[in-house]
């Protein structure tokens, strides 16, 4: 089934085109704070009183809505000086929006990856040490923490609902808090875009409003003030213009949820290395299957030991599911309950199989 090239490889990660655009170096219902907040929709508005009705558009009283829960984050980390001091210097700037009247904010794990001191900056002046509660680069979403009460909270909408060719309003800091609070406009673009990026598909808003380095954390709303979006990021490639992308805010809301409660999220853990026909190559192998991915180590006493997998089985349905990249594999088990029984379907010496597995939780080391 497999052979082992005798070719090294130089496994390249296109990432960047995705991630890491802000760090270029160089519900209804209340949210409870306390003691645990739950993530929900809280109404602001602002009076607009002597506006024309030619002025006073959709778009002008959704910036008015949610810009004043845009904040500003500034990653910090230490680093050498010319005389070999340690000293605290900046890494990078990018947005986040405020979710909670008590100073719970979500923004982009990689707005605040590898920072050793945060700082909020929020648009009425004020600037606090924030504390990352959680971050997941899977889904490179975060949570920041400031102690603050009484703070301005944006509306959280449905992203379920939104539809292709409405307005879409990035609110965020391009290229950093001298830009704090710019609004951009374009329309949605397209919804569920797959991505792949590493192991894992990503389902996101497509957009051409206007998504720069620091937008990242940043705020993408409907024309009724509702945040529908965490924007992530942007295709940069010489002579691409209008392609935003950003985290659907149904896809968000429990992960950032999760890191409230928990610093980490909840995922179910099958307990396999795996290859499929893309990745295979990278590690200097060749896969000769039809459909489905090759098992090729198994963790002792995971759950895929306990149900008998082994290493050269290959992998063809999880949950009822069809499986023939690592991407697929992550996603369905993503949809799955830690807790739950799952029958997985294999191939082993051309033989179909079908085991139960029971699903655990995946750590922070796996």
Known sequence: MMKKR????VVVALVGIILGVSLM?????QFLAKPNPQIANVTSTKSLEGISDA????????????????VGITNKAYARDYFNRKVLVEQGEGSGVIIDSNGYIATNNHVV????EVVVSLPDGRTFPGKVLGADSATDLAVVKIEAT???VATLGDSDNILVGEPAIAIGNPLGLEFQGSVTVGVISALNRSIDIGERKFKLIQTDAAINPGNSGGALVNADGQVIGINSAKIAVSGVEGIGFSIPINTARPILQSLIDKGHVVRAYLGVGVLDKNTAPKYGYSLEIDAGIYVVNVSPNGPAAKAGIQPGDIITKVAGLAINTVSELRSTLDGQQVGSTVDVETIRNDQPR???????EMSAQQ
């Open 6 to 9: 005798v070719t090294s490889y």
């Open 25 to 29: 170096v160089g519900c209804s219902g």
């Open 55 to 70: 002025r006073n558009t959709p778009i002008v009283r959704a910036a008015q809505t949610v810009s004043p829960a845009v």
């Open 113 to 116: 990856e590898g920072a050793q």
């Open 150 to 152: 009484d703070l301005p």
């Open 354 to 360: 079908t085991v139960s597995v029971l699903l655990e």
